[in-house]
């Protein structure tokens, strides 16, 4: 019913900067909150940023100062602006949104994934 698709990620050299989007489609009257996982390899998937329909925004410190993340409520639309990136940003990427798509409550829904490797 709802799909999140993510886009953007690649290989980049430490120091280098990478540009994600997560684009909401399907049966959307609105959504509340929206953020951006990372899972590595051997690690559970911790939260990266989160951002709520106000714009109000909370980071990881790992990565505060570091990355920016926004939103296009009119497009439904999330970003991450990842700069300065270091190989311990090396993960699968999750954009995650809590929906209200006409029913009495709201839900959860994950992307699939995007990958980031910060390598030389």
């Known amino acids: 019913q709802v799909r999140l698709k993510e886009s953007g990620g690649g290989l980049v050299q430490p120091g280098g900067s990478l540009s994600l989007s997560c684009a909401a489609s399907?049966?959307?009257?609105?959504?509340?909150?929206m953020g951006w996982y990372r899972q590595a390899p051997g690690k559970e998937r911790e939260l990266v940023a989160v951002?709520?329909?106000?714009?109000?925004?909370n980071y990881a410190d790992s990565v505060k100062g570091r990355f920016t993340i926004s939103r296009d409520n009119a497009k439904n639309t999330l970003y991450l602006q990842m700069n300065s990136l270091k190989p311990e940003d090396t993960a699968l990427y999750y954009c995650?949104?809590?929906?209200?798509?006409?029913?009495?409550?709201?839900?959860?829904?994950w992307g699939q994934g995007t990958q980031v490797t910060v390598s030389s």
């Open positions: 951002i709520t329909s106000g714009g109000n925004t």
């Open positions: 399907g049966s959307i009257l609105s959504i509340s909150a």
């Open positions: 995650n949104a809590d929906v209200e798509g006409g029913t009495a409550y709201v839900m959860e829904y």
